[in-house]
């Protein structure tokens, strides 16, 4: 368990940044997500992510080198920024795995449970003290992630637990990411995160290579930068917010791959499902009102 003061971040608190970041984030992911899924058909999963983070680490090597790579390289927790940086991979691969055997918006349906993790989690370990508003908007929000899958999932089958599954580490992922952030800058995070799974894919990306076609690179491409923008954005926004405090607007990620679903997928959503974004969205606005007027 981590003392709350040694887990404060480099810069002073600000929510309103803290929210944009993660609206940003959450948009680059859902667009990275419906890439994935067209990808996963044809690709195997680990050639896919090498490719990715080979992307990610030149990207982070050009963030690092407005303060040299060395420097930013240096980490006062190395052991942390691995453990955190090898579990975002593996939460990676299944949610790719997922794209494979669900919808785009019904596996996003299911891993919206990750916000109400992260509360409780920050709440256990990180000493983080969610306000009564905070709760009502993350169980309003949830309550309309719910009205989106009563009528999608009649049976449970076996692909439901991926997302279940990388709810679970995504919500302990962005965790570390917080503990980190009161130990290292945001591009030393950026540095570890994209050097230790391309290194990791490395092992396996290669050895299952399959030459892609134009469109296939193109959209590997859209998945890299997307990936590596993704993560810097929401490295930032808990950098500059506390991990429960901007959970709320983690379900604008829903909302999104649920349009890309209908806009690349032509899934139409029912009436269910529109009124539980409706739902999802009015809970994050309502949020960061009122934390606008506090």
Avoid at 30 to 55: C, E, F, G, N, P
Avoid at 60 to 78: D, E, H, K, M, Y
Avoid at 227 to 243: F, Q
């Amino acid at each position: 368990m981590t003392d709350s003061t040694t887990v404060a971040s480099h810069r002073p608190a600000s929510l309103h940044l803290g929210a944009l970041f993660t609206i940003l984030s959450a948009l680059g992911f859902a667009s990275m997500d419906a890439m994935s899924k067209l990808l996963v058909r044809d690709y195997a999963i680990s050639q896919t992510l090498w490719i990715r983070y080979a992307v990610f680490t030149l990207f982070a090597l050009l963030i690092a080198r407005r303060s040299g790579v060395r420097r930013t390289f240096r980490s006062r927790r190395p052991w942390l920024q691995a453990a955190r940086s090898l579990l975002g991979l593996v939460e990676n691969g299944i949610f790719v795995l997922a794209f494979l055997y669900l919808p785009l918006a019904d596996t996003h349906a299911v891993a919206a449970t990750s916000p109400l993790i992260v509360v409780a989690l920050s709440t256990l370990f990180l000493h983080e003290r969610p306000d009564l508003r905070r709760w009502l908007a993350v169980a309003a929000a949830f309550a309309g992630v719910l009205l989106i899958i009563r009528p999608g999932f009649q049976t449970l089958s076996w692909p439901l637990l991926l997302p279940l599954g990388g709810a679970l580490l995504w919500a302990i992922y962005q965790m570390l990411i917080r503990v980190c952030a009161g130990y290292d800058r945001p591009e030393t995070t950026l540095l570890w995160t994209a050097w230790v799974g391309f290194a990791a894919t490395s092992f396996i990306g290669p050895w299952q290579w399959h030459t892609p076609d134009a469109t296939a690179w193109a959209l590997l491409a859209g998945v890299a930068l997307l990936g590596s923008l993704s993560h810097y954005a929401l490295i930032k926004a808990l950098d500059y917010a506390a991990a429960g405090a901007i959970q709320p607007y983690s379900y604008f990620l829903l909302v999104f791959a649920a349009l890309l679903g209908v806009l690349v997928f032509g899934d139409i959503p029912d009436a269910w499902t529109i009124t539980g974004a409706a739902i999802v969205v009015l809970s994050g606005l309502y949020t960061w009102r009122r934390d606008r007027i506090a």
